[in-house]
């Protein structure tokens, strides 16, 4: 029986990934943070919060690190944890940097000394292709990020490489595009919406306030992508794997589907800042745009090519994002009743 070790279990991938590999007979162990009330919600509503073992963890706290992979001795190490809002990244560029860029740092090195032969994932992002060099972005695209969270994602990466290189180490890296689920955090934009038209579907009356929709994204399901991570670690050689869909579509698409999903359709009006769109049934003002929610600097669009992942490991996405934005419409309108 295998053991493995998941940093951020309390987050979207962490809650998925560990249900997927307790499904698989592993015994899981995950880091979460100290914080003043413990955030297990999504371990909760997957059914799984009694079925893995808990152990506080920082990545900002070497020692911590250290003795924790020390005890756990674990096969397999997924590195989840990250600050991963791209949003609040400018408002904490160091702290993003310290936990994104050093917190992996800190626990490669902790597994060369005390565990070198586990096999190690980091969890890389589409973000590093910011001012995308090419259309489809795949491994060998090159880095342009955009934040402080892509440049702290690209140091990541690019330790994690050098470690294998390095020292013969088992450390992979898997580029994910965007993915979303119903555990996604409110923040992101695919939640932010589903939340906010879920809301007015049920009689509510404020509008969903949003940025720079002609953003495109590549938006895929978490369940199918952790998947991915996993075949990563089961493959006998370490490498880079894109994990993607190869669909694009603005916000204002995804904001359409989440409108069908609810029974709604959306008339568009305006541009630019003042561009705003009504529920043409109930005549209610629907989505507004605001400065507010604009970044000082834009990933405008990405779009991933998985053919590696897909020869490779035989992974492929099985949730459309116009079935994601039922999905997560759906999930959130029940919770609302
Ligand atoms: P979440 O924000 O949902 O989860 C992040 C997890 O990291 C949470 O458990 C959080 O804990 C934990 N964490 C944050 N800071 C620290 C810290 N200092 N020490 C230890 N744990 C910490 O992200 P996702 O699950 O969506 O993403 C998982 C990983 O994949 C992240 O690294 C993200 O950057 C990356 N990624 C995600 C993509 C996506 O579209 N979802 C795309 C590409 C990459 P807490 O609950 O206490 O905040
Ligand atoms: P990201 O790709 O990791 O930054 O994921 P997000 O979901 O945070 O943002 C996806 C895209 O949606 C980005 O291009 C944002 O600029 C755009 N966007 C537009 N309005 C909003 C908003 O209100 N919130 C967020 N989070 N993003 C928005």
Redesign the pocket.
Known sequence: MKTCFI????????AYLARLLLDKGYTVHG???R?SQA?TVRLDKLGILSDVQLHE????DANNIFRTIGKVQAHEFY???????VGASWEVPVYTSD??AM?VLRILDSLRTLAPETRFYQ?????MFGQVAEVPQRESTPFLPRSPYGVS?VFGHFITRNYRESFGMHASSGI?????SPL??TEFVTRKITLALARLARGGSEPCVLGNLDAKRDWGF?GDYVEGMWRMLQQDTPGDYVLATGVSLTVRDFANFVAEALGMKLDWNGVGIVEYAIDRKSGKRVIEVSERFFRPAEVDLLLGDPSKAAKVLGWKPRVSVQQLAEMMARADYEDLG
Do not use: M, P
């Open positions: 940093s951020g279990i309390t987050g979207q991938d962490g880091g979460f943070r914080i955030e963890f920082d990545l900002a590195n989840l944890a990250a600050q991963s809002f936990v994104n917190g969890a890389s992002t589409s973000e994602k994910l595009f965007n993915h979303e996604r955090g978490a």
